[in-house]
């Protein structure tokens, strides 16, 4: 079994430039990405099938030598159906982005950037340990006569609290 350098060096080129573009803000461009992977996968599994034979037709004698796989080709037809409704769906995102903003960027979400920055900056952190306590109902005050509001606690809650 040999296998076809040229197509092997195409869907290797295939699924490269796919990727690349998959990763880039216009959905245009990730839709270009998305059929350049699937067509490298395609030839990808077409070359790992082997070289192509006769068809897969066993004769009475059961010989079958120098018959094509059909599993591969078989893969292939349906990679085709699944990248066809792939495309059908990001087409249809791209056309209703470019109705609503007259672009087809992908968009940074708001919220996204608020925990950026949080992260950032790291206030997340002093607010959680500003508002955890060891003790439940201690307000750190250090006199345990006295309750949240500055009132006198009742001996039993001061027993309780201490």
């Given at each position: 079994?040999?296998?076809?350098?040229?197509?092997?060096?195409?869907?290797?080129?295939?699924?490269?430039?796919?990727?690349?573009?998959?990763?880039?803000?216009?959905?245009?461009?990730?839709?270009?990405?998305?059929?350049?992977?699937?067509?490298?996968?395609?030839?990808?599994?077409?070359?790992?099938?082997?070289?192509?034979?006769?068809?897969?037709?066993?004769?009475?004698?059961?010989?079958?030598?120098?018959?094509?796989?059909?599993?591969?080709?078989?893969?292939?037809?349906?990679?085709?159906?699944?990248?066809?409704?792939?495309?059908?769906?990001?087409?249809?995102?791209?056309?209703?982005?470019?109705?609503?903003?007259?672009?087809?960027?992908?968009?940074?979400?708001?919220?996204?950037?608020?925990?950026?920055?949080?992260?950032?900056?790291?206030?997340?952190?002093?607010?959680?340990?500003?508002?955890?306590?060891?003790?439940?109902?201690?307000?750190?005050?250090?006199?345990?006569g006295q309750g949240p509001d500055d009132d006198p606690l009742v001996?039993?809650?001061?027993?309780?609290?201490?």
């Amino acid at each position: 079994m040999t296998v076809n350098l040229t197509l092997a060096l195409t869907a290797a080129a295939l699924l490269g430039c796919g990727t690349y573009l998959v990763l880039e803000r216009s959905l245009t461009r990730v839709l270009v990405g998305l059929v350049m992977i699937g067509n490298g996968t395609s030839i990808a599994f077409l070359v790992a099938g082997g070289p192509s034979g006769r068809a897969p037709i066993v004769a009475k004698d059961g010989d079958t030598t120098g018959l094509s796989d059909p599993l591969p080709q078989a893969m292939v037809l349906t990679a085709i159906v699944i990248m066809l409704a792939t495309v059908a769906f990001v087409l249809a995102m791209a056309y209703r982005s470019w109705q609503l903003n007259g672009h087809d960027d992908v968009q940074d979400d708001v919220e996204d950037d608020i925990i950026r920055r949080l992260a950032t900056s790291d206030v997340t952190s002093e607010a959680y340990e500003a508002t955890t306590s060891d003790f439940p109902g201690d307000d750190s005050s250090g006199d345990p006569g006295q309750g949240p509001d500055d009132d006198p606690l009742v001996a039993d809650e001061a027993e309780i609290r201490s």
